[in-house]
């Protein structure tokens, strides 16, 4: 994105009309380029000077100033000395101190005496004095990621950006609604999909528009730009805030607005750290929901509501719907409690900023509330399933018998529930007439006896675990003691088998 004093833009007729570089300008793209290439090893301010220089045969100076910006990004500057700058000061300073620097012969003593002190001539501490000022840094080397055309295309996308940098609304149209709706929640923006004749039409908010974290939210909702542009038919609408009168921007897949093909679009599946740090944590602890990212949009009158995540009960048809709310002005977070409202006959947990204040308004209207700060914590969500689940489970035992005898002689409880297409608390309670429970394992009599004499006492740990795990059991330590022994722990070479 360039910056706001390089932004070229039209405002006749009252609106707000980017001005794009087009094929004329590919000779001074190539220019540009050509500048930076030919002042390698050459100081900035010499830089500066040959751009400056090119500024006079442009149309418009921004227009140099904007190529610029771009391929500064891909100069590499440094200090360089023949004496760190800031010890060539000190000691000049010090020796023009007890000189009393006045004329230039004082102030020739005082470089001499600098120079002694650190064994390097008054020449090389006159050069290293005010080495590393941003003028006197050298361009150690550059290397363009863009032709002149590559430099144009991603002049006009950084230019439009720039543009809609002080937009308070925008709204788009695109032949990939789907992806654009993703792109625009990973960001993390402030958005509503409303229904149109022609289909839906997405309304993001924009960083003018924002309550705070406007700096931040600008960085992302210039990223939206990018995710529009690479759609095929697009349009795109703004209001902007120039300088306290609205104006409107269009702009379409018929403007010069690419991408050139460098960066990726949206290098993160999820939005900020919440949504990835909450997914990540969620999934860790392996719990029967399964984790779905942005489910099917819920229609909201006459909006749609896309939450950012689903949970799916593993042992049942159910559903679960999570949104997490972060960036917020506070009619958004109205027209967002407003949606809730609407949304019927699905169940709705909502995570909520703490700085929000809306976690009493979204519990009056009977969702679940779920407060947090900087991270949505796992166990008030883990909690706010376990509600859920008493019922689900109720639901799935039902069917069952109340005695479950299994063919296998050493069965888990879980291989069983997965049998069973039930949680495994949902068994628990059963009884197993041909099979005695140890631990969570099902294993039958005739399986313990023959255990029972192939352990004897003072037998190597190690040997009885093998024993138990030919037999299919992998809870070696609460089989023994169902058999009445206990370990003898040797430090970390081993134990031994003892009656207790």
Do not use: C
Not at 49 to 61: M, V
């Amino acid at each position: 994105m360039l910056t706001k004093d390089l932004l070229r833009v039209s405002r006749a007729g009252g609106g707000y009309h980017p001005q794009f570089a087009g094929r004329e300008h590919r000779p001074l793209a190539a220019k540009a380029i050509g500048t930076y290439q030919g002042h390698v090893d050459h100081t900035a301010g010499d830089l500066d000077d040959a751009l400056t220089e090119l500024e006079r045969e442009a149309e418009d100076f921004k227009l140099v100033r904007g190529f610029a910006k771009l391929l500064e990004n891909d100069a590499a500057f440094e200090t360089r000395a023949p004496v760190d700058p800031e010890r060539a000061r000190r000691s000049a300073f010090e020796a023009a101190e007890s000189v009393g620097v006045v004329t230039t012969e004082e102030r020739k003593e005082a470089l001499g005496r600098a120079a002694s002190g650190l064994a390097v001539s008054p020449d090389e501490i006159e050069t290293s004095l005010f080495a590393d000022l941003d003028d006197r840094q050298v361009l150690t080397s550059f290397d363009a990621r863009w032709s002149p055309e590559e430099l144009i295309a991603q002049y006009n996308l950084s230019l439009a950006q720039t543009a809609l940098f002080d937009a308070t609304e925008i709204r788009v149209q695109s032949s990939d609604p789907k992806g654009l709706v993703s792109a625009v929640k990973r960001l993390g923006l402030l958005y509503e999909v409303e229904k149109t004749p022609d289909g839906r039409e997405l309304v993001v908010t924009g960083p003018t528009g924002l309550f705070r974290a406007t700096r931040r939210y600008g960085t992302q909702f210039a990223r939206l730009l990018r995710s529009v542009a690479q759609t095929d038919d697009w349009t795109l609408s703004a209001r902007i805030d120039d300088r306290g009168t609205e104006r409107d921007l269009h702009l379409s897949d018929d403007d010069p607005v690419r991408v050139p093909g460098v960066e990726p679009l949206v290098e993160d599946r999820y939005d900020s750290g919440v949504e990835a740090d909450f997914a990540a944590r969620f999934e860790a602890l392996d719990l029967d929901w399964e984790l779905v990212r942005e489910p099917e949009p819920l229609a909201a009158g006459a909006s749609v509501m896309i939450p950012d995540f689903a949970f799916d009960y593993r042992f049942a048809d159910f559903r679960v719907f999570f949104e997490i709310m972060g960036f917020w002005t506070p009619e958004y977070v109205e027209t967002k409690l407003s949606k809730l409202d609407t949304v019927e006959d699905v169940e709705l947990l909502v995570a909520v900023d703490e700085s929000l204040g809306a976690g009493e308004a979204i519990e009056a209207r009977d969702h679940g509330a779920i407060p947090y700060s900087g991270s949505v914590r796992i166990k008030d969500v883990r909690d706010a399933l376990r509600r859920y689940e008493a019922d689900l489970e109720s639901a799935s035992a039902a069917d069952l018998p109340a005695e479950l005898a299994p063919e296998a002689d050493v069965l888990t409880l879980a291989d069983l529930a997965e049998r069973h297409g039930v949680s495994e608390s949902a068994i628990e309670d059963r009884d197993f007439p041909d099979h005695e429970l140890i631990g969570r394992t099902l294993v039958r009599p005739d399986v313990l006896d023959a255990l029972a004499e192939a352990i004897e006492d003072g037998m190597d740990y190690a040997d009885a675990e093998a024993r138990i795990s030919e037999a299919g059991i992998d809870d070696a330590s609460t089989v023994l003691s169902r058999l009445g022994y206990r370990v003898a722990w040797d430090g970390l070479s081993g134990g031994t088998v003892q009656k207790q």
